[in-house]
């Protein structure tokens, strides 16, 4: 069992709709990530948060907006998508700073199907 | 972005024989992650490796990182067809803004039983 939950495991919506990914770790880690992975390929990483502070944004669409509610939630909110950004979307959390050589632990992803 | 090399892309074996797959990289890595993911899953580790030199094992899973600190390799002995899945290698830089993967392409692993 992977102890990075992510919900829903499977998400369908129109390209007019408006959804959340959500993810919750409860292993006191301070960094979480979101990642976008497309079939045979590796993951891409989107946002990171840094003490629920968005440190990262790898020039990711305004129609992906990420929130950090507190250090064990993070939130993907989804509008106006295409269907193109249909993929795996993983969350994933680890600890940070340069003395932290932490790996990073993935939930099991949510399977977006953009219509 | 940058990738890390990674072969073999697949491999298609025989259940009972070793695997070997390995990374190589243009850049230092401190730390190097060796991942499987099972279909419809998220990525799971595997082995971290954390010194030059050093040699990792988990069960049938060996690993080591390169004494360059450039490459690393992942050995499956006697294979099953639980092992079926795609590999990925990464690279992990520390960063006060968060830890930093550099993810090879995958390997992905068929055993025939």
């Known amino acids: 069992d992977t102890e990075v939950t992510q919900t829903p495991k499977h998400l369908v919506m129109g390209m007019t709709n408006k959804k959340s990914l959500k993810c919750e770790q409860h292993?006191?880690?301070?960094?979480m990530y979101w990642y976008k992975q497309k079939a045979k390929k590796p993951p891409e990483l989107m946002f990171v948060y840094s003490y629920e502070k968005l440190s990262i944004n790898e020039s990711v669409p305004s129609r992906f907006s990420p929130e950090c509610p507190n250090s064990s939630l993070l939130n993907l909110h989804l509008h106006a998508l295409q269907p193109e950004d249909s993929a795996l979307y993983l969350c994933a959390s680890s600890q940070t700073g340069t003395g932290y050589f932490s790996p990073l632990h993935f939930g099991n992803g949510t399977r977006l199907t953009v219509t | 972005g940058q990738q890390l090399n990674q072969s073999p892309q697949s491999m298609f074996i025989q259940e009972g024989e070793d695997v070997s797959m390995n990374c190589t990289s243009s850049s230092i890595f401190n730390t190097w992650l060796w991942y499987k993911q099972d279909p419809g899953e998220g990525p799971v580790l595997l082995i971290a490796l954390y010194k030059a030199g050093e040699l990792t094992s988990n069960g049938r899973l060996t690993a080591q990182f390169g004494i360059t600190r450039k490459d690393s390799f992942l050995n499956i002995s006697a294979s099953i067809p639980s092992d079926v899945g795609i590999y990925f290698c990464?690279?992990?830089?520390?960063?006060?803004?968060?830890?930093?993967?550099?993810f090879g392409g995958g390997t992905r692993l068929m055993v025939k039983p």
């Open positions: 292993m006191g880690h301070r960094a």
């Open positions: 990464a690279g992990l830089t520390p960063n006060n803004a968060g830890n930093m993967l550099t």
